[in-house]
């Protein structure tokens, strides 16, 4: 936060101020001078309410993308072309005749034609009520990857179908592909963002450390790449991902283009750091009482840095989410039958889709919505990371 | 007579200045130009000079925190060995390296906001020393009780303690590796009058207790008749005086000198002491006038001024106190010490 | 000791009065008191120093007069200026103004100016010297541009810069420091104020230019007859220009003298020990003497003096518990400290 | 300056030569290249080619030359005879097919960028002089929404609405009865009705990030000591606003504009294609697809181009705007 010069100036005498009373008498929140960086930036963060709730729904999400199998009824291939484009599902917690229910259920649905325009459309079945189980056991997949099950969060009895999202034009459950989705549309990121992180952090450090020369020709390399258009750089790449390739190897593939264009920001940001700290005195304090410099690097300057580093990581994945979506919308990233959010939205790109069937943009919300959590807590993060500065 | 512990000898340092225009060659800007003494064991010499005349760069490249383009200075280990400090073999660096610590003028940025007080004060003796931990914890425990820190407390951060407290603490780190030389720049310049005081206070007990030799670099002339035995005076790269305190305040013999002592603010309303003004501002290094540097602002140049550099040699007041003026004897200058010793 | 105050005022108003001024500033779970009851009076053509250490509140007080406080910042009390050109200001309560409203900016640059400490940032670098004087001048003294070209002109040369044809379209970034500070006088004194509030002014400068600085800060002030407020922490500079002293520690005025009494017989503990811990150019090698420990936080301060752990004359069962009250040790001489209770009651006595 | 602009242009060429490089790897990446991807048309079309008849035909294109030869050759044209070759899936000149979508590309990216300055700079002071006022918090919040949406989906949200409320989605720029009628005041009117939804969803992703930077250096410059200058001077608040914290904080906006500009063509692509714009994007979206080489390369090339002659401009509008670089370059 910005302040005029004046209040900073107070503000700074008035922390030193408290300092010299807590090294007198005993204070209250003494605590604070035995607490590290982390911990004071912990604690300037918790206050920004926002990035607080952000944080937590940015966990759930996390959450969701480990147990996505578990928590998803159905899985990514299972179809019903019956039940294609079907609405969401409503919970029912009250019947026909009003009896409360606590446990949840859902009516069949049926589909019949539309009398004029002879469209699908789906109707409730009020006869038959199946009530919201729980663990109950579906398609086999691995727990964490590890532990074969076919236990699943919840689901109804065959028969029936729960749609609580509705779903696509082959009667998939888009509840499920959101939460399946979101294993590539929220990891994508994170490996992109550690890769570009590794390139950035080894050449933005070589850069900023020594400086000189060296520095002059990694600059001009990161200019030139810069230089790129984002965008149809990323079309002429990802059209060069042959179709029809493994899953994970497109996966692979998607995570190189996209960090290849991030890590020189990342560079930039480590460079600049490096530099700036390079020339703390502590810095020059150190190197006279004889410290090695790889000590230094270690000791002095990477603590230093790692806050913006955290910083700039956690505005960099937002990027990185949208990359993702819109490239797998243009059919440029992953392709069915994998799924992400920018797969499930390519439904969305015809307007008559939208129009009839408005529940395709549901995939939208979620990819705002972790967009927004990681702005906004990245935002907290930037306020919070310098707790020494006021 | 105490010996020399350092010999500086003709030290340069130039910087290149980054040339914001393309295709043009960057000059380098001479910020140390043939500086040489000695510095005598026990002493406590000042540096004295406006800002950029260079007496920052002087301090860290003696203790080669910065590299000097050319020159040496030859340290004289405790066993009557001389090295040369700017280049010192590996052996030998991890011998004398600690023997000259130094203590920064801003005691915010020269402390790691990252690191434990305690971290701090025990770097220098744990990558110098192989002590075990215990040891450490003694050493530390010591020095920060002597500095006037309260040792219950090394376990904080930085940023838990007042301006003077942190200069406590970097005078403890310098403090761990008992060295030989201090190199004290402006280590007193950002503390309020009641603190800087304290301070003084405690490295002069520090010196008498341990013997420590200080170079101490400041603008506060006031502060340096304080503290020093000696005084040298630095213009533009260059030390243009260089004598003892009593005979430097008494007798200064460079008109740079006369004019630096005049200008200092005499707190007591009664002394209206004349002063001589210089006009116009410190000259860019970039661009140093021809003959003597001080020569568009001192008020006593002549044409020889103009076109010769003068040396640094010795005055009329005897083999210690040299000037780099070529009317050092023949100038009657004022210095400060008449004034008050009348009153 | 009142009666003696009233007097003083029916016979001569002084230009500024400030009365009870207090600065607070909300924090987190606390209310800092930054500027604690101050007052004081400034004379027609006067200079009267503001001395005290980094957080003493001084800034804030200078920034007061003008209504200039951050946003943050509550302040009460009562400003009075008196000009002596002006009738229309008379006992017009500056802190009562809209500090955006027009009335203050009449004020502002034209009756009372500011020089602030770093020249570089308090001007504008987009700007050329000549067009930030020029604002000044066309704003209070003429519409006529090219007669305010003339008046910045020769206030430029007033200050000493010469060449002023030509540096009247330079930058900021052209100037050195010393130039800049000299360009932030003229500007001040461009509208001929009566009050200018310096806020150490030469504490970025080195001591040459400072001197040069101060020197021409005083014949400004022979010529131009203005009173000058000068916000310093150092005494030197102090006992250079000021006629009168005001010592602030911890936001509030703890002793009020002519700055021969203030420097030959202080009267606090805390001026003491300011003038005791000052190495004096020309005594020589010599051991000073320290305050000891360090300046508590103004934030829920109990009734007790702010200088009472520091202090090598406090009375224990008095000074931590009762309010300080001032106390006038001779007429223009007052102390905050109970030491100087009694001789009160002597003087009066007597 | 004119010296300095010339010295900065000069560096910018061995830079776009490099770019140039790179684009054509990049283009001739994919596996395959026009020749499979005509034959696999002309087999689904039922007329099988033959291999000899393939070969030929590779042979005739130059494509079975190595990809640096290939490069080199269309480097030679370009530079000599400013041919930036053939576009294979229109059968004309890549120039002609560029020619004919860079007018309406530009009356799109010009409107774009109008709005954005026009809407971002305004809110952006606003915000920042009013901090954490509702006004800030709802421009933030709006500011927040358009950089977490991708605006090709807000193109679909709009277009929805657009469907929902009027009947007609707006696609394209022109409707079908104004697609080939020779210029009117109804087809201005129709082509102003249809850039409504591009602009506001091209224009949207920007002007929030314009936002936030414009707030950010309001709040800079308002706290800077110069201000509390020009108001110890007795300057109205008004009139310290616009000549001091607004004028320098425009400054590095302003420098900015380079960059926008080939951001905002680009921008505009994945929108296009929903759109169905009849703009560049999507043409060179197709191009890269069918992989037609030189059609994609002499885009890609010209995007490159348009960045680093947007920094170039960047910079001399930097320069231009600080008296202090301004000055340094007096001095050269």
Same mark, same amino acid.
């Given at each position: 936060?910005?302040?005029?010069?004046?209040?900073?100036?107070?503000?700074?005498?008035?922390?030193?101020?408290?300092?010299?009373?807590?090294?007198?008498?005993?204070?209250?929140?003494?605590?604070?001078?035995?607490?590290?960086?982390?911990?004071?930036?912990?604690?300037?963060?918790?206050?920004?309410?926002?990035?607080?709730?952000?944080?937590?729904?940015?966990?759930?999400?996390?959450?969701?993308?480990?147990?996505?199998?578990?928590?998803?009824?159905?899985?990514?291939?299972?179809?019903?072309?019956?039940?294609?484009?079907?609405?969401?599902?409503?919970?029912?917690?009250?019947?026909?005749?009003?009896?409360?229910?606590?446990?949840?259920?859902?009516?069949?649905?049926?589909?019949?034609?539309?009398?004029?325009?002879?469209?699908?459309?789906?109707?409730?079945?009020?006869?038959?009520?199946?009530?919201?189980?729980?663990?109950?056991?579906?398609?086999?997949?691995?727990?964490?990857?590890?532990?074969?099950?076919?236990?699943?969060?919840?689901?109804?009895?065959?028969?029936?179908?729960?749609?609580?999202?509705?779903?696509?034009?082959?009667?998939?459950?888009?509840?499920?592909?959101?939460?399946?989705?979101?294993?590539?549309?929220?990891?994508?990121?994170?490996?992109?963002?550690?890769?570009?992180?590794?390139?950035?952090?080894?050449?933005?450090?070589?850069?900023?450390?020594?400086?000189?020369?060296?520095?002059?020709?990694?600059?001009?390399?990161?200019?030139?790449?810069?230089?790129?258009?984002?965008?149809?750089?990323?079309?002429?790449?990802?059209?060069?991902?042959?179709?029809?390739?493994?899953?994970?190897?497109?996966?692979?593939?998607?995570?190189?283009?996209?960090?290849?264009?991030?890590?020189?920001?990342?560079?930039?940001?480590?460079?600049?750091?490096?530099?700036?700290?390079?020339?703390?005195?502590?810095?020059?304090?150190?190197?006279?009482?004889?410290?090695?410099?790889?000590?230094?690097?270690?000791?002095?300057?990477?603590?230093?840095?790692?806050?913006?580093?955290?910083?700039?990581?956690?505005?960099?994945?937002?990027?990185?989410?949208?990359?993702?979506?819109?490239?797998?919308?243009?059919?440029?990233?992953?392709?069915?039958?994998?799924?992400?959010?920018?797969?499930?939205?390519?439904?969305?790109?015809?307007?008559?889709?939208?129009?009839?069937?408005?529940?395709?943009?549901?995939?939208?919300?979620?990819?705002?919505?972790?967009?927004?959590?990681?702005?906004?807590?990245?935002?907290?993060?930037?306020?919070?990371?310098?707790?020494?500065?006021? | 007579?105490?010996?020399?512990?350092?010999?500086?000898?003709?030290?340069?340092?130039?910087?290149?200045?980054?040339?914001?225009?393309?295709?043009?060659?960057?000059?380098?800007?001479?910020?140390?130009?043939?500086?040489?003494?000695?510095?005598?064991?026990?002493?406590?010499?000042?540096?004295?000079?406006?800002?950029?005349?260079?007496?920052?760069?002087?301090?860290?490249?003696?203790?080669?925190?910065?590299?000097?383009?050319?020159?040496?200075?030859?340290?004289?280990?405790?066993?009557?060995?001389?090295?040369?400090?700017?280049?010192?073999?590996?052996?030998?660096?991890?011998?004398?390296?600690?023997?000259?610590?130094?203590?920064?003028?801003?005691?915010?940025?020269?402390?790691?906001?990252?690191?434990?007080?305690?971290?701090?004060?025990?770097?220098?003796?744990?990558?110098?020393?192989?002590?075990?931990?215990?040891?450490?914890?003694?050493?530390?425990?010591?020095?920060?009780?002597?500095?006037?820190?309260?040792?219950?407390?090394?376990?904080?951060?930085?940023?838990?303690?007042?301006?003077?407290?942190?200069?406590?603490?970097?005078?403890?780190?310098?403090?761990?590796?008992?060295?030989?030389?201090?190199?004290?720049?402006?280590?007193?310049?950002?503390?309020?009058?009641? #603190?800087?005081?304290?301070?003084?206070?405690?490295?002069?007990?520090?010196?008498?207790?341990?013997? #420590?030799?200080?170079?101490?670099?400041?603008?506060?002339?006031?502060?340096?008749?304080?503290?020093?035995?000696?005084?040298?005076?630095?213009?533009?790269?260059?030390?243009?005086?260089?004598?003892?305190?009593?005979?430097?305040?008494?007798?200064?013999?460079?008109?740079?000198?006369?004019?630096?002592?005049?200008?200092?603010?005499?707190?007591?309303?009664?002394?209206?002491?004349?002063?001589?003004?210089?006009?116009?501002?410190?000259?860019?290094?970039?661009?140093?006038?021809?003959?003597?540097?001080?020569?568009?602002?001192?008020?006593?140049?002549?044409?020889?001024?103009?076109?010769?550099?003068?040396?640094?040699?010795?005055?009329?007041?005897?083999?210690?106190?040299?000037?780099?003026?070529?009317?050092?004897?023949?100038?009657?200058?004022?210095?400060?010490?008449?004034?008050?010793?009348?009153? | 000791?009142?009666?003696?105050?009233?007097?003083?005022?029916?016979?001569?108003?002084?230009?500024?009065?400030?009365?009870?001024?207090?600065?607070?500033?909300?924090?987190?779970?606390?209310?800092?008191?930054?500027?604690?009851?101050?007052?004081?009076?400034?004379?027609?053509?006067?200079?009267?120093?503001?001395?005290?250490?980094?957080?003493?509140?001084?800034?804030?007080?200078?920034?007061?007069?003008?209504?200039?406080?951050?946003?943050?910042?509550?302040?009460?009390?009562?400003?009075?200026?008196?000009?002596?050109?002006?009738?229309?200001?008379?006992?017009?309560?500056?802190?009562?103004?809209?500090?955006?409203?027009?009335?203050?900016?009449?004020?502002?640059?034209?009756?009372?100016?500011?020089?602030?400490?770093?020249?570089?940032?308090?001007?504008?670098?987009?700007?050329?010297?000549?067009?930030?004087?020029?604002?000044?001048?066309?704003?209070?003294?003429?519409?006529?541009?090219?007669?305010?070209?003339?008046?910045?002109?020769?206030?430029?040369?007033?200050?000493?810069?010469?060449?002023?044809?030509?540096?009247?379209?330079?930058?900021?970034?052209?100037?050195?420091?010393?130039?800049?500070?000299?360009?932030?006088?003229?500007?001040?004194?461009?509208?001929?104020?009566?009050?200018?509030?310096?806020?150490?002014?030469?504490?970025?400068?080195?001591?040459?230019?400072?001197?040069?600085?101060?020197?021409?800060?005083?014949?400004?002030?022979?010529?131009?007859?203005?009173?000058?407020?000068?916000?310093?922490?150092?005494?030197?500079?102090?006992?250079?220009?000021?006629?009168?002293?005001?010592?602030?520690?911890?936001?509030?005025?703890?002793?009020?003298?002519?700055?021969?009494?203030?420097?030959?017989?202080?009267?606090?503990?805390?001026?003491?020990?300011?003038?005791?811990?000052?190495?004096?150019?020309?005594?020589?090698?010599?051991?000073?003497?320290?305050?000891?420990?360090?300046?508590?936080?103004?934030?829920?301060?109990?009734?007790?003096?702010?200088?009472?752990?520091?202090?090598?004359?406090?009375?224990?069962?008095?000074?931590?518990?009762?309010?300080?009250?001032?106390?006038?040790?001779?007429?223009?001489?007052?102390?905050?400290?109970?030491?100087?209770?009694?001789?009160?009651?002597?003087?009066?006595?007597? | 300056?004119?010296?300095?602009?010339?010295?900065?242009?000069?560096?910018?060429?061995?830079?776009?030569?490099?770019?140039?490089?790179?684009?054509?790897?990049?283009?001739?990446?994919?596996?395959?290249?026009?020749?499979?991807?005509?034959?696999?048309?002309?087999?689904?079309?039922?007329?099988?080619?033959?291999?000899?008849?393939? /070969?030929?035909?590779?042979?005739?294109?130059?494509?079975?030359?190595?990809?640096?030869?290939?490069?080199?050759?269309?480097?030679?044209?370009?530079?000599?005879?400013?041919?930036?070759?053939?576009?294979?899936?229109?059968?004309?000149?890549?120039?002609?097919?560029?020619?004919?979508?860079?007018?309406?590309?530009?009356?799109?990216?010009?409107? /774009?960028?109008?709005? /954005?300055?026009?809407?971002?700079?305004?809110?952006?002071?606003?915000?920042?002089?009013?901090?954490?006022?509702?006004?800030?918090?709802?421009?933030?919040?709006?500011?927040?929404?358009?950089?977490?949406?991708?605006?090709?989906?807000?193109?679909?949200?709009?277009?929805?609405?657009?469907?929902?409320?009027?009947?007609?989605?707006?696609?394209?720029?022109?409707?079908?009865?104004?697609?080939?009628?020779?210029?009117?005041?109804?087809?201005?009117?129709?082509?102003?009705?249809?850039?409504?939804?591009?602009?506001?969803?091209?224009?949207?992703?920007?002007?929030?990030?314009?936002?936030?930077?414009?707030?950010?250096?309001?709040?800079?410059?308002?706290?800077?000591?110069?201000?509390?200058?020009?108001?110890?001077?007795?300057?109205?608040?008004?009139?310290?606003?616009?000549?001091?914290?607004?004028?320098?904080?425009?400054?590095?906006?302003?420098?900015?504009?380079?960059?926008?500009?080939?951001?905002?063509?680009?921008?505009?692509?994945?929108?296009?294609?929903?759109?169905?714009?009849?703009?560049?994007?999507?043409?060179?979206?197709?191009?890269?697809?069918?992989?037609?080489?030189?059609?994609?390369?002499?885009?890609?090339?010209?995007?490159?181009?348009?960045?680093?002659?947007?920094?170039?401009?960047?910079?001399?509008?930097?320069?231009?705007?600080?008296?202090?670089?301004? /000055?340094?370059?007096?001095?050269?």
């Amino acid at each position: 936060m910005k302040r005029s010069s004046l209040l900073k100036k107070i503000f700074h005498s008035l922390k030193t101020h408290s300092k010299r009373n807590a090294t007198g008498a005993s204070e209250e929140n003494t605590q604070d001078y035995y607490a590290s960086q982390w911990s004071l930036m912990w604690k300037k963060l918790k206050k920004h309410r926002l990035a607080r709730f952000s944080l937590l729904c940015l966990i759930v999400f996390y959450i969701i993308v480990l147990f996505a199998n578990f928590i998803a009824p159905q899985d990514a291939t299972e179809y019903d072309s019956d039940y294609a484009n079907a609405p969401p599902m409503q919970l029912h917690f009250f019947d026909e005749e009003g009896n409360f229910h606590l446990r949840p259920f859902v009516y069949g649905i049926e589909s019949t034609r539309h009398p004029e325009t002879y469209r699908k459309v789906f109707v409730e079945d009020r006869e038959v009520k199946y009530p919201v189980q729980f663990f109950t056991e579906g398609s086999e997949y691995k727990f964490l990857g590890l532990f074969p099950t076919n236990i699943h969060l919840f689901g109804v009895e065959d028969p029936g179908e729960i749609f609580i999202l509705g779903t696509d034009g082959m009667g998939r459950d888009l509840f499920s592909r959101i939460v399946l989705g979101s294993q590539v549309s929220l990891s994508i990121p994170l490996v992109g963002v550690a890769i570009s992180l590794i390139i950035g952090l080894i050449i933005g450090g070589i850069s900023g450390y020594f400086g000189g020369w060296t520095d002059a020709i990694i600059q001009r390399i990161i200019e030139i790449f810069r230089s790129f258009p984002t965008l149809p750089l990323w079309m002429a790449l990802s059209a060069a991902i042959p179709a029809g390739i493994e899953v994970v190897k497109m996966y692979f593939y998607i995570v190189i283009i996209i960090s290849f264009i991030e890590w020189t920001g990342l560079a930039r940001v480590v460079r600049g750091q490096f530099m700036s700290l390079k020339k703390e005195e502590f810095v020059l304090a150190a190197k006279i009482a004889g410290v090695s410099t790889g000590k230094i690097i270690r000791k002095h300057l990477m603590p230093g840095i790692m806050s913006y580093l955290v910083v700039s990581i956690t505005l960099a994945i937002p990027g990185m989410i949208l990359a993702e979506t819109a490239m797998s919308f243009l059919g440029l990233g992953i392709r069915s039958p994998a799924t992400s959010w920018g797969v499930l939205l390519q439904e969305a790109q015809q307007i008559e889709n939208v129009a009839l069937y408005p529940w395709k943009l549901i995939p939208l919300f979620f990819v705002i919505f972790s967009v927004l959590c990681f702005n906004f807590f990245g935002d907290g993060l930037r306020d919070a990371s310098d707790p020494y500065k006021k | 007579m105490p010996e020399p512990i350092l010999r500086v000898k003709d030290l340069n340092k130039e910087f290149k200045t980054k040339s914001t225009k393309l295709f043009s060659k960057s000059v380098p800007v001479k910020i140390l130009k043939d500086i040489s003494f000695d510095l005598l064991e026990g002493e406590t010499l000042s540096v004295v000079g406006e800002s950029g005349s260079g007496k920052t760069t002087l301090g860290r490249c003696v203790l080669n925190g910065l590299d000097a383009t050319s020159g040496e200075v030859v340290y004289v280990t405790n066993d009557e060995k001389a090295v040369d400090y700017l280049n010192l073999g590996k052996a030998d660096y991890k011998k004398y390296r600690k023997d000259i610590q130094m203590i920064f003028q801003d005691p915010y940025s020269s402390l790691n906001p990252r690191m434990t007080v305690f971290d701090i004060i025990s770097e220098p003796l744990v990558t110098n020393y192989d002590v075990k931990k215990k040891e450490v914890e003694e050493h530390v425990a010591d020095i920060a009780e002597r500095v006037g820190l309260n040792p219950h407390l090394l376990k904080r951060y930085p940023h838990a303690f007042s301006g003077g407290q942190r200069q406590r603490i970097a005078i403890a780190r310098a403090l761990i590796t008992q060295p030989r030389v201090i190199v004290c720049d402006e280590a007193v310049s950002a503390l309020d009058v009641s #603190i800087q005081a304290q301070i003084i206070n405690l490295l002069d007990d520090l010196q008498t207790e341990m013997g #420590i030799t200080y170079i101490f670099i400041s603008h506060d002339l006031s502060v340096v008749q304080t503290i020093s035995d000696r005084v040298a005076v630095m213009h533009l790269g260059r030390i243009v005086e260089l004598a003892s305190v009593d005979s430097f305040f008494e007798n200064p013999k460079h008109p740079y000198s006369e004019a630096l002592l005049s200008s200092v603010p005499k707190p007591d309303p009664d002394v209206k002491t004349d002063r001589i003004i210089l006009q116009g501002e410190v000259p860019n290094p970039g661009n140093p006038p021809s003959g003597c540097e001080f020569h568009p602002r001192c008020p006593y140049a002549t044409e020889l001024c103009r076109t010769e550099i003068p040396e640094l040699k010795e005055t009329g007041q005897g083999k210690r106190h040299l000037s780099a003026c070529h009317y050092a004897d023949e100038l009657e200058l004022r210095g400060v010490w008449h004034a008050n010793q009348a009153k | 000791m009142k009666q003696m105050r009233a007097n003083k005022r029916s016979t001569e108003q002084p230009l500024l009065s400030v009365e009870d001024l207090k600065v607070t500033i909300q924090m987190d779970n606390a209310v800092l008191k930054a500027v604690d009851g101050v007052s004081f009076t400034i004379e027609k053509g006067k200079t009267l120093g503001l001395v005290g250490e980094s957080g003493c509140g001084k800034s804030l007080t200078s920034r007061s007069i003008m209504s200039l406080n951050p946003k943050e910042c509550e302040t009460t009390g009562e400003i009075l200026f008196n000009s002596s050109l002006d009738q229309k200001l008379k006992g017009l309560n500056i802190l009562d103004l809209d500090p955006t409203g027009k009335k203050i900016r009449s004020i502002r640059g034209k009756k009372i100016s500011m020089i602030f400490q770093e020249p570089m940032t308090a001007l504008s670098p987009l700007y050329t010297i000549g067009n930030q004087i020029m604002e000044n001048i066309l704003l209070h003294r003429t519409k006529n541009k090219k007669e305010a070209k003339q008046i910045a002109l020769e206030m430029l040369r007033k200050v000493g810069i010469s060449d002023e044809e030509k540096r009247f379209n330079d930058y900021p970034h052209e100037f050195s420091g010393g130039m800049r500070q000299r360009v932030m006088i003229a500007i001040a004194l461009a509208c001929n104020p009566e009050l200018l509030i310096a806020d150490e002014p030469t504490t970025a400068l080195d001591v040459t230019i400072q001197a040069q600085v101060l020197e021409l800060m005083k014949s400004l002030q022979d010529e131009l007859g203005m009173a000058i407020l000068l916000v310093t922490h150092d005494l030197g500079v102090i006992a250079e220009i000021c006629d009168e002293v005001a010592v602030m520690y911890l936001g509030e005025i703890v002793e009020k003298a002519p700055v021969h009494e203030i420097f030959n017989q202080p009267k606090h503990p805390y001026t003491k020990g300011l003038i005791n811990s000052m190495p004096i150019l020309g005594t020589g090698k010599q051991r000073l003497e320290p305050i000891e420990g360090t300046v508590p936080l103004a934030i829920n301060m109990s009734h007790k003096c702010g200088f009472y752990d520091r202090c090598t004359h406090r009375i224990q069962g008095i000074c931590d518990v009762q309010a300080v009250p001032e106390t006038q040790v001779s007429s223009n001489h007052s102390v905050r400290c109970f030491l100087y209770n009694e001789h009160e009651e002597d003087e009066q006595n007597a | 300056m004119l010296k300095y602009i010339i010295k900065r242009f000069l560096l910018v060429i061995p830079v776009i030569l490099f770019v140039s490089v790179i684009v054509f790897f990049v283009i001739q990446l994919p596996p395959g290249d026009y020749v499979t991807h005509y034959a696999a048309q002309m087999a689904a079309q039922g007329e099988k080619m033959t291999a000899q008849e393939i /070969t030929e035909m590779r042979q005739n294109l130059n494509l079975d030359r190595h990809w640096f030869i290939q490069y080199l050759l269309w480097m030679r044209d370009i530079i000599f005879y400013f041919d930036f070759g053939h576009s294979f899936n229109y059968n004309e000149p890549v120039t002609a097919v560029i020619e004919r979508y860079m007018v309406l590309t530009l009356v799109v990216s010009t409107i /774009t960028m109008a709005f /954005t300055y026009l809407v971002a700079i305004p809110i952006g002071i606003y915000s920042a002089v009013k901090q954490y006022s509702i006004g800030d918090y709802i421009a933030s919040a709006i500011g927040f929404l358009g950089m977490a949406t991708p605006n090709f989906l807000l193109a679909i949200i709009l277009m929805y609405f657009s469907y929902v409320n009027f009947g007609n989605p707006l696609l394209g720029l022109f409707s079908s009865e104004y697609e080939d009628a020779a210029w009117s005041w109804g087809k201005v009117l129709d082509l102003a009705k249809h850039m409504i939804i591009p602009v506001i969803v091209i224009g949207t992703a920007s002007t929030a990030g314009l936002i936030r930077i414009m707030r950010a250096q309001m709040l800079d410059e308002i706290n800077k000591p110069n201000v509390v200058t020009a108001r110890a001077k007795g300057l109205s608040e008004q009139k310290i606003l616009y000549k001091y914290p607004t004028r320098a904080a425009l400054n590095p906006i302003v420098s900015t504009l380079g960059w926008t500009i080939s951001s905002i063509f680009t921008g505009s692509t994945i929108t296009a294609i929903v759109l169905n714009l009849p703009i560049q994007g999507p043409v060179m979206y197709e191009a890269l697809l069918g992989q037609d080489m030189y059609l994609a390369g002499t885009w890609l090339l010209f995007m490159a181009v348009l960045t680093v002659l947007g920094t170039l401009i960047s910079d001399i509008l930097l320069a231009w705007l600080d008296p202090k670089i301004r /000055t340094e370059i007096k001095g050269g």
